[in-house]
């Protein structure tokens, strides 16, 4: 039997960075939520003890290092499964890209892997493994729309948050993940944006206060690394959308965009310079 999950991206309305912990994670707050730029993965079972993965793509690890892997191994030994699985991963996210492309293809294979072999596995404990795996794997599990504290796996769903359209702008870098909260200094941060202010404009569905209350406290420190990241925010900004911000530890930029009509002078006038342009919707 073949099953096939999808695995959305997600882009960081809101993030901000309380204190680095003792375990050398930070604790964070943020607003997450999808966008309906998606990997697509296909498993199916093997009667051998193994795992492969395979991809249309070439720039991605394949073995061990692949999340899809990792949560196919997880699961195999949590719930002491003896077959194998054969995943392909139709990758369409970015890699390296701030919009958690391997840990949602590692989400849903933890999701895909619960339906294959049947183990009725919770969604609060499907998260609890996703833990094991990334600090977004929790949030890619659920989907929706959350706050999500701690290393970013204690979720709280907004339900039902406005519709709109998305532009994302991946400039041509790699950017790690760790390597920006590395750079993050907690005590030079002047303000903090404002998880209430976010949630209130969520739950009312107020466009113009959404725009308004994006922020993202990593955005200093990439930006600081990398001036074409700026120089992509100021376009989207000039080509006329609504909301800028860089989304995770970046170098992805969205733009939130309520007109339709905005869509075509936004998204030529980014291909001008950046190759890696996408309009999406927002998956409420
Ligand atoms: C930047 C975000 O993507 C925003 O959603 C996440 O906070 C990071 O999520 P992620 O890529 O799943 O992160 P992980 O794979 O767990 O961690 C990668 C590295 O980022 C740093 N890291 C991550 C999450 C966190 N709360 N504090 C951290 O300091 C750690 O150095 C860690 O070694
Ligand atoms: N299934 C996968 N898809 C993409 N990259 C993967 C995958 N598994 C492991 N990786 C590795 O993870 C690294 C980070 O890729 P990913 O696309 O998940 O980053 P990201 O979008 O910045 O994530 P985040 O927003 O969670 O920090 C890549 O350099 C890649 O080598």
Redesign the pocket.
């Known amino acids: 039997m073949k099953i096939y999950e999808k695995?959305p991206?997600?882009i960081?309305l809101l993030l901000d960075v309380l204190r680095k912990r003792d375990d050398g994670y930070h604790e964070v707050e943020m607003i997450m939520t999808m966008v309906d730029l998606a990997?697509r993965l296909e498993m199916e079972e093997l009667p051998r003890d193994t795992i492969i993965?395979s991809?249309q793509v070439g720039?991605?690890?394949l073995d061990e290092?692949?999340?899809?892997?990792?949560a196919a191994r997880l699961i195999k030994e949590r719930y002491d499964v003896k077959q194998g699985v054969y995943i392909h991963?139709d990758?369409k996210?970015?890699?390296?890209?701030?919009?958690?492309?391997?840990?949602?293809?590692?989400a849903a294979a933890l999701r895909g892997l619960n339906r294959l072999w049947k183990l009725q596995i919770p969604e609060d404990e499907l998260c609890r493994l996703g833990a094991e795996l990334?600090?977004?794997v929790p949030f890619c599990v659920t989907g929706g729309t959350a706050i999500a504290r701690g290393r970013g796996e204690k979720l709280e769903h907004i339900e039902n948050p406005p519709q709109c359209w998305v532009v994302l702008a991946k400039p041509p870098i790699?950017?790690?993940?760790a390597d920006v909260y590395g750079r993050f200094r907690a005590n030079e941060l002047k303000e903090h944006p404002s998880i209430p202010n976010m949630v209130r404009a969520l739950e009312q569905g107020s466009f113009t206060d959404i725009c308004e209350g994006l922020g993202n406290v990593l955005e200093n420190v990439t930006l600081g690394l990398y001036p074409e990241v700026m120089q992509l925010k100021e376009s989207m900004i000039r080509l006329g959308a609504d909301g800028v911000l860089m989304?995770?530890?970046?170098p992805?930029v969205f733009g939130l965009v309520s007109k339709e009509a905005k869509l075509p002078r936004i998204y030529n006038g980014l291909r001008g310079f950046c190759k890696e342009v996408y309009v999406v919707r927002m998956l409420t």
Not at 65 to 70: G, M, P, R, S, V
Request: no cysteine; hydrophobic share 35%.
């Open positions: 695995a991206a997600k960081n990997d993965i991809s720039y991605i690890p290092k692949n999340l899809a892997f990792q991963l990758k996210i970015p890699v390296a890209a701030g919009l958690a492309g391997g840990s949602s293809d590692a990334g600090s977004d790699n950017v790690s993940t989304s995770g530890s970046g992805t």
